[in-house]
């Protein structure tokens, strides 16, 4: 330790749950890690709020499942949709082998807040906070650790391992080098919140009318929606006005009518570039790149945050011990990508096809659907089918398991 300068065996840029998670597994396993966060808290609306099945049976592997189902949540054991007059069942979760057959419905920064928690239980494990990753250290031509910016000034990270975990607008991935491929997003999403009343249905997670797409979310007092628009539109609706806006929402889900007033100006609408790519590779000599910094996904199904968690744990599976042993880590930086890539791949792979075959011809589409797609209708007619689309949302096609036992002991 130098003023300044800080030396750990694993420094995380990033405070998002595929940091948290990783830095939570490393500390259990013995390393000294140091996750950095250039924000001051978790606060911050309209990030994904889902936690799949997948994720609560890591809980459970933990033994962390009852303290986590006490945090306040909304539960989905099934999802569905409003398209047009039609009902349209999407996803049953009831059947799926794990501990609990949902997704929880709970603000991230409540998830992020229990990992770190949690994480705390374990004497390797550090957070800074207000600590924004500027750019990478070198030492010939490895990544050495990080510079960043704190309020007490500048700091020095020096790591065996950094890892970039920072988000689609990774500033590790821009320092890197790293070559990345842009699959293309056709959307935009507006996010906004309105006020849940006590006489609200349970309404449908998503809705279409003509070529109007709303999501809305159960968030317990308010509904938290997403509304749809075709890639870079967000400045031709904001010229037409908020009233407009009002208007459009309003005949896409006429229920939540008496409540637009709250969207007063465009300030209370956020807007999420939507963004699907992926880096040819995922590391270099002292960089590994998880989540969203090493794969954006679109909002399509919620399950960036899934694959992201994943990506974590296959991660820690594989260098924790390597770490803990104070051993070059570079060999093994490609296996994660090796265990990782297929899934990634296949979930951009459903997400563009959603994207190409149904979110941008309803977009453009200039009529009522008079007619259900044969999917949605063998959806409707046979419940079994439902279990294939919970699967795939639920557990992503390759989930991860946490190894049984931790190296470190909890003092």
Not at 25 to 54: C, N, Q, W, Y
Not at 375 to 384: E, I, K, N, S, Y
Not at 388 to 401: K, S, Y
């Amino acid at each position: 330790m130098r003023q300044n300068t800080l030396e750990v065996q694993c420094c995380i840029a990033g405070g998002g749950p595929a940091g948290m998670m990783l830095g939570l597994l490393l500390a259990r396993s013995g390393v000294e890690v140091v996750i950095l966060e250039k924000h001051k808290d978790f606060l911050r609306d309209f990030r994904g709020d889902t936690i799949h099945p997948s994720t609560f049976e890591l809980m459970h592997e933990l033994g962390f499942l009852d303290q986590f189902l006490a945090r306040p949540h909304q539960e989905l054991r099934t999802i569905s949709a409003q398209i047009e007059d039609f009902e349209v069942p999407v996803a049953d979760f009831s059947h799926l082998p794990v501990q609990c057959r949902f997704v929880g419905l709970m603000p991230q920064w409540d998830f992020l807040n229990f990992l770190v928690e949690q994480g705390a239980r374990w004497p390797g494990f550090h957070v800074r906070m207000q600590a924004e990753v500027v750019d990478l250290a070198m030492e010939n031509d490895r990544v050495a650790g990080v510079h960043c910016l704190t309020p007490d000034g500048p700091l020095d990270v020096r790591a065996a391992l950094t890892v970039g975990a920072d988000g689609r607008r990774s500033t590790v991935r821009a320092k890197s080098g790293l070559k990345v491929n842009d699959l293309g997003a056709p959307i935009d999403v507006l996010w906004m919140r309105l006020t849940r009343r006590p006489g609200d249905a349970a309404e449908s997670l998503g809705r279409v009318r003509g070529n109007r797409i709303l999501v809305t979310i159960d968030r317990g007092d308010y509904w938290q929606c997403a509304f749809v628009i075709p890639k870079g539109a967000a400045g031709e609706i904001r010229h037409k006005g908020i009233e407009y806006f009002r208007e459009e929402i309003a005949r896409t889900a006429p229920f939540l009518r008496d409540r637009l007033g709250e969207l007063k100006t465009w300030d209370d609408v956020s807007l999420l570039t939507v963004a699907v790519d992926r880096l040819r590779q995922w590391s270099r000599p002292g960089l590994l790149c998880i989540g969203d910094s090493a794969h954006a996904m679109s909002p399509v199904g919620g399950v960036g945050i899934n694959l992201a968690i994943q990506d974590a744990v296959a991660a820690a599976n594989i260098l924790a011990g390597p770490l803990a042993r104070g051993e070059n880590p570079d060999p093994l930086l490609p296996l994660v990508q090796l265990r990782r890539q297929l899934p990634t791949q296949l979930t951009q792979r459903f997400q563009i096809l959603a994207h190409r075959r149904v979110l941008a011809p309803t977009l453009r589409r200039d009529s009522r659907i008079r007619r259900l797609p044969l999917p949605l209708r063998l959806l409707q007619r046979f419940p079994a089918l439902r279990r294939i689309p919970a699967r795939a949302i639920g557990l992503g096609f390759r989930p991860e398991h946490v190894r049984s036992t931790a190296v470190a002991t909890i003092p």
